[in-house]
T-cell receptor, first 112, second 112 residues
Framework: GAGVSQSPRYKVTKRGQDVALRCDPISGHVSLYWYRQALGQGPEFLTYFNYEAQQDKSGLPNDRFSAERPEGSISTLTIQRTEQRDSAMYRC??????????FGPGTRLTVL | GDSVTQMEGPVTLSEEAFLTINCTYT??????LFWYVQYPGEGLQLLLKATKADDKGSNKGFEATYRKETTSFHLEKGSVQVSDSAVYFCALDQTGANNLFFGTGTRLTVIP
């Protein structure tokens, strides 16, 4: 079947605007993860879900960041009042039971 | 806390050369270890993994052995090809943590 998809692939926004990034995991995958990757760095964990339950949000940098997965499938990562330091690649991954994560292509966010 | 230290790049090799990319880790307990690869314009893909000490992961001619005594998981390939040009990320999954810690990535360029 299809892999993990993310939309939009590119997002340019002005400082202070809210953005919503979408992740569509592999069908049937229980777990969904969000990571942020700065240029020249490895991905950094933000949060993850099992089904619709957010299990760990310890990586969210501050309360402007939130995520949801209301029906246990598609997830949305929302950043409120964006700042220039939020510019990065945001990556989503999903996994079945077990520890192999499959990554989407990412959303490149640029905050002007 | 958990961390992954990865050999800095960029690395440039001629086709058919031997490749080693070093990776060492710090973790409590017994993590699983991974190498992910990111080809130009694509998302992260799992290259290989090892879940316990002395395990060897292998795929596409690449190998890495989980060395608990040296806390290392070095990536090797005997003869690289131009198509191996990519960024390689070492990562660990601490048991029960349900998220991946990544190294900073090593960019490999193979020239004909």
């Amino acid at each position: 079947g299809a892999g993990v998809s993310q939309s939009p692939r590119y997002k340019v926004t002005k400082r202070g605007q809210d953005v919503a990034l979408r992740c569509d995991p592999i069908s049937g995958h229980v777990s969904l993860y969000w990571y942020r990757q700065a240029l020249g760095q490895g991905p950094e964990f933000l949060t993850y879900f099992n089904y619709e339950a957010q299990q760990d949000k310890s990586g969210l940098p501050n309360d402007r960041f939130s995520a949801e997965r209301p029906e246990g499938s598609i997830s949305t990562l929302t950043i409120q009042r964006t700042e220039q330091r939020d510019s990065a690649m945001y990556r989503c991954a999903s996994s079945a039971t077990g520890n192999e994560q499959f990554f989407g292509p990412g959303t490149r966010l640029t905050v002007l | 806390g958990d961390s992954v230290t990865q050999m800095e790049g960029p690395v440039t090799l001629s086709e058919e050369a031997f490749l080693t990319i070093n990776c060492t880790y710090t973790a409590t307990g017994y993590p699983s270890l991974f190498w992910y690869v990111q080809y130009p314009g694509e998302g992260l893909q799992l290259l290989l993994k090892a879940t316990k000490a002395d395990d060897k992961g292998s795929n596409k001619g690449f190998e890495a052995t989980y060395r608990k005594e040296t806390t290392s998981f070095h990536l090797e390939k005997g003869s690289v090809q131009v198509s191996d040009s990519a960024v390689y990320f070492c990562a660990l999954d601490q048991t029960g943590a349900n998220n991946l810690f990544f190294g900073t990535g090593t960019r490999l360029t193979v020239i004909p």
